[in-house]
């Protein structure tokens, strides 16, 4: 069991008064401190302008490379600034100096804005995609990893927690090989950095892309890179500007140091300030503490659902997170997400080309997900169990 004070942080939460909220994979209800953040960084903007306020509170924001290097246990030179996962991904995805025949090495249940990429490389570069599969629990078998690793094996680039289910993939095993074969190897941990524990070095991965908006409960538009040290002088960032590199000659540049190299001048700083105070808010409650409360509810929520006649729970994996994935026999998920909404629960609707080789291997075309965080609790669990169980054919 965690070690949270639940209405207290219920309390931090507004909108906990207006909503039972089970999209937090789509994007958490922000706590107020992090609305405060936000607002105060722009009622300065709107009274002083935009570049004096950075002048006056830019400070702040310095904060954020720190915290996301201690929720992730790495140097905060390793870490980028970013205005979403996918944006972080394909920052180091297309930093990487891919040729013909190169091999890329993904999960079966990889996430559609990643594999669009690789397809876009498979025709422009004559990049192969290799699709990994997966053991009986459903994840990505290791073992099967190991045996399609050749010379022609550039990058394994894995979803550690997929966008249709609860699955937990196998982090810091696809790392022991990534080091093993001398592989590059790409995180993309999206929905599972806020919610489980996430240490770069144990998982031995050279990149990992996260977004803001999902379990870490920041504002939308926010993101981040962790890039290792020793690999980043070998990178080439597919855009720059004077705040990723120097312009020392009519024919020279020289990129910053560190990871910055991926960071662009604008952005929104308000919204940065937010991150920054998110992810303060997690390092002070414990991604221990956040990652029990999660796992009890989920728990709790897909026992009780697979007690209620025709609910089906599709969630792979050992032991499945906080994102609880179900049908039910002769409902659409679209109209259970529809009904829910009319009852004030917030739900959302995983589809088939979010995860397609997942689905089709699966003969799934959409499932209801229902994602929890720490500040839910069992009695919005049960309330969204009694409309459930009121669906009829």
């Known amino acids: 069991m965690s070690n949270l004070n639940i209405q207290k942080l219920r309390n931090e ?24 953040a ?10 002083y302008g935009g570049y004096e306020t950075m002048d006056k509170l830019g400070h702040r924001l310095e904060a954020l490379h720190q915290n996301i ?45 990643n594999y669009l990429n690789l397809l876009q490389f498979e025709k422009q570069k004559g990049i192969k995609i290799k699709v990994v599969p997966n053991n009986e629990y459903g994840e990505v078998d290791v073992d099967a990893l190991r045996k399609m690793i050749n010379r022609n094996s550039k990058l394994i680039a894995i979803t550690h927690v997929p966008t249709n289910g609860g699955l937990v993939n196998p982090a810091v095993e696809i790392g ?38 999902k379990y870490m409960r920041a504002p939308r538009g926010t993101g981040f890179l962790f890039v290792r040290k020793e690999i980043i002088d070998k990178l080439e960032p597919p855009l720059l500007d004077f705040h990723s590199a120097d312009w020392i000659s009519e024919t020279e540049y020289v990129l910053r140091e560190g990871a910055l190299r991926f960071e662009r001048f604008e952005e929104s700083f308000a919204a940065k300030a937010g991150l920054a105070t998110a992810t303060k808010y997690i390092l002070d409650l414990g991604i221990e503490n956040i990652e029990a409360r999660v796992y009890e509810l989920a728990t709790y929520m897909r026992i009780k659902l697979s007690e209620l006649d025709g609910v089906e729970v599709h969630d ?60 839910n609790t069992h009695e919005e669990i049960d309330a969204l169990l009694y409309e459930v169980s009121k669906f009829k054919k």
Not at 320 to 341: A, H, W
């Open 13 to 36: 939460t507004p909108g906990t008064k207006h909503v039972i909220h089970f999209n937090n994979a789509g994007a958490s209800l922000m706590p107020q401190p992090v609305m405060d």
């Open 38 to 47: 936000v607002t105060e960084y722009y009622t300065h903007e709107l009274k």
């Open 69 to 113: 290097a201690h929720l992730i246990n790495c140097n905060k030179n390793e870490v980028a600034f970013a205005t979403s996962a996918t944006i972080a991904w394909n920052l180091a995805f297309h930093s990487i100096d891919f040729s013909e025949g190169d091999e890329v090495l993904v999960s079966v249940a990889e996430y559609v804005s």
């Open 176 to 213: 022991k090989v990534a080091k093993e074969k001398h592989v590059l190897y790409l995180l993309d941990a999206c929905q599972s950095v806020g919610q489980l524990k996430i240490d770069v070095k144990e998982i031995g991965c050279d990149f990992l892309a996260a977004t803001g908006r």
């Open 316 to 375: 792979l994996g050992h032991n499945p997170c906080g994102i609880v994935t179900f049908t039910k026999q002769g409902i659409e998920p679209d109209v259970m997400r529809n009904s829910l909404y009319m009852a004030n629960i917030n739900t959302t609707v995983a589809f088939k080309q979010g995860a397609l080789i997942d689905m089709k291997k699966r003969n799934l075309q959409s499932l209801l997900r229902a994602s929890i965080h720490y500040y």
